[in-house]
């Protein structure tokens, strides 16, 4: 299976440091959530669907591979916008054998299992070193519940092999989703196509991510499918048809994080752009955690602005809604003139790193002062120096050290390469919020 290695794999990637204000316009590409969402949909759908200014990035075009491997053609069409052509999806009837390569995202190795399951034949799924240790064990059970047969060597774990009959009976299920929101989001997106719709029912601690579970329902409805979520923790998919969609994908906020925090650490302005006035993205919680540290947020027309105020508090917050965002907001905790305490973050233990242990061991090696708790991190205002903040294969620990890079020089991020999983472009936009002509400059 593919693992990419390249030479920034190994290189260390020096972190820019800033020192003056900043002031920079950041045009994202598209979100990987909502891409990976409309390729899954599409590829159940009964129509052809078009999917404007979706993400390239490694997680979605491991997506967009694991849906032409089932059958379903995706191709560029249109005019190449800023960020690439569309994606023209057409669905084709679902079929194996296949071999689907994950790599690290969790979308992919979530959403895929349940679509295998429509399909006839084998088909076999596999990744990335780490993900072999990433939770699956709530899909395979969930699967095996629905009448699908699902062979695997360790139990609960990648490698499996899903045993496609061509049909799925459905019906009534219990889960538990406290590992992640995307066993929940995974079986209600295949859900209409089974014979039986799907009953879903967590049991169990707190689903975190509940925007995700949102963002799957909202999209659900927008091909067509009734689900009906009133109940808390029940999800029920009727079945029925899947219709087609011609849809603009929003921008990933969650990758705007590390561009607006550069606001918040060094001043200035930064400015991205499309930001949506309504959205089931977590990203969107950035404007109320970075107006709680002290930097001024405004949504306006042209986009989300963040200005940097001179001020950087710490904050005690509940992260478990928009935990994706953690490590941004650990950096910028990091340099803070107060102690915070992030909580309700313990499902990051199973991401693509363990999140709280990484970030911690890195600030840590940096001087900072990070305690794990069993459910998030404390971080107390600490003095730090440069040195080598290691990624784990994890984009968002990459670019968390280029956070805290900009005020600490020496600061080298090993495997800056690893931000592919989601933005490819990531140094090259870094370094241009950075030039002299958007900015201050850079030392
Ligand atoms: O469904 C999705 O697109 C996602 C759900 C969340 O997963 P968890 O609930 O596992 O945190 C989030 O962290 C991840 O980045 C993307
Ligand atoms: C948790 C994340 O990704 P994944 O979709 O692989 O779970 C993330 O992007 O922060």
Request: net charge negative; glycine share 12%.
């Amino acid at each position: 299976m593919s693992n990419p290695v390249s030479d920034e794999a190994t290189a260390h990637w020096p972190a820019p440091t800033v020192d003056g204000p900043v002031s920079a316009t950041v045009s994202l590409p598209g979100s990987k959530s909502l891409t990976n969402r409309y390729l899954v949909l599409a590829a159940l759908a009964d129509e052809p669907s078009r999917l404007r200014a979706p993400l390239r990035s490694r997680d979605t075009l491991l997506m967009a591979q694991a849906m032409r491997g089932l059958g379903t053609g995706v191709e560029d069409a249109g005019a190449t916008g800023a960020f690439g052509a569309d994606w023209m999806v057409t669905p084709g009837e679902l079929r194996g054998p296949a071999m689907i390569d994950v790599g690290l995202a969790g979308t992919v190795m979530r959403f895929v299992p349940p679509v295998a399951a429509l399909a006839t034949g084998d088909i076999a799924f596999d990744g990335d070193p780490h993900a072999r240790v990433r939770p699956m064990g709530p899909i395979i059970s969930a699967l095996r519940g629905l009448g699908v047969t699902v062979v695997e060597s360790d139990e609960g774990r990648l490698p499996f092999v899903v045993r496609g009959s061509g049909s799925v009976r459905g019906g009534t299920l219990e889960i538990d989703a406290s590992a992640s929101s995307q066993f929940v989001s995974a079986l209600l997106l295949a859900g209409a196509r089974f014979e039986e719709g799907l009953t879903l029912r967590h049991v169990g601690g707190p689903v975190p991510s509940e925007p995700h579970i949102t963002m799957t329902v909202e999209a659900l409805r927008d091909v067509g499918v009734v689900v009906d979520d009133s109940e808390p923790d029940v999800w029920r998919v009727e079945p029925g048809r899947v219709g087609g969609l011609d849809v603009m994908v929003e921008p990933d906020l969650s990758n705007a994080a590390p561009f607006l925090a550069a606001a918040v650490v060094a001043g200035g302005e930064i400015t991205v752009p499309a930001w949506p006035q309504y959205t089931t993205q977590a990203g969107d919680h950035l404007r109320d955690l970075f107006d709680s540290m002290g930097a001024d947020v405004s949504l306006h027309r042209d986009g989300l602005t963040v200005r940097g105020t001179g001020e950087l508090y710490g904050l005690d917050a509940d992260l478990s809604a928009a935990g994706e965002l953690t490590p941004t907001v650990a950096a910028l905790a990091a340099l803070a003139e107060t102690p915070s305490h992030l909580r309700g973050i313990a499902h990051l233990r199973g991401h693509e790193t363990d999140r709280l242990k990484a970030l911690a061991t890195e600030i840590n090696r940096l001087g900072g002062d990070v305690t794990e708790t069993e459910d998030g991190l404390i971080i107390r205002p600490a003095r730090l120096h440069g040195g080598v903040f290691h990624s784990y294969a994890d984009h968002r620990m990459a670019t968390a050290g280029a956070v805290i890079g900009l005020k600490v020089p020496g600061v080298s991020v090993e495997n800056i390469g690893t931000t592919a999983k989601t933005l490819p472009e990531f140094t090259q936009l870094w370094e241009r919020m950075l030039t002299p002509q958007d900015g201050p400059g850079r030392r």
